[in-house]
Nanobody
């Protein structure tokens, strides 16, 4: 069964940067998303990227991270990255990558937890001075 392993989480000061990586156990055709959940809050879609099998790559970002986070893919390494810059204390959460179910809907409509097919285990990110 397809599995994802996240890495790169840790403690960072406000204004700092981290890069998360999501490595898949095998090749796949799914669109991929990064989600996060803070204690007491609902899981939030942070960023999503379209399947590597479509001709044009599209990305979607949640409003809270737009302009600060960047999602990218290295297909040869079966890895999706989340580059996080200008980090804020409110970015503190467990970050998980996930494969999205197949759909003809726009990526921004699919970048939600209810559209996930496979979840990774997650990695903790803490932004604090």
């Amino acid at each position: 069964q397809l599995q994802f392993v996240e890495s790169g989480g840790g403690l960072v000061q406000p204004g700092g940067s981290l890069r998360l990586a999501c490595v898949a156990s095998e090749g796949y055709a799914y669109a991929i998303g990064w989600f996060r959940q803070a204690p007491g809050k609902e899981r939030e879609g942070v960023a999503c990227i379209s399947s590597s099998f479509v001709s044009t790559t599209t990305t979607y970002y949640g409003d809270s991270v737009k302009g600060r986070f960047t999602i990218s893919r290295d297909k040869s390494k079966r890895t999706v990255y989340l580059e996080m810059n200008g980090m804020k204390p409110e970015d503190t959460a467990t970050y998980s990558c996930a494969a999205l179910k197949g759909s003809m809907n726009r990526l921004e409509e699919r970048c939600v937890a209810t559209e996930v097919q496979h979840w990774g285990r997650g990695t903790q990110v803490t932004v604090s001075s």
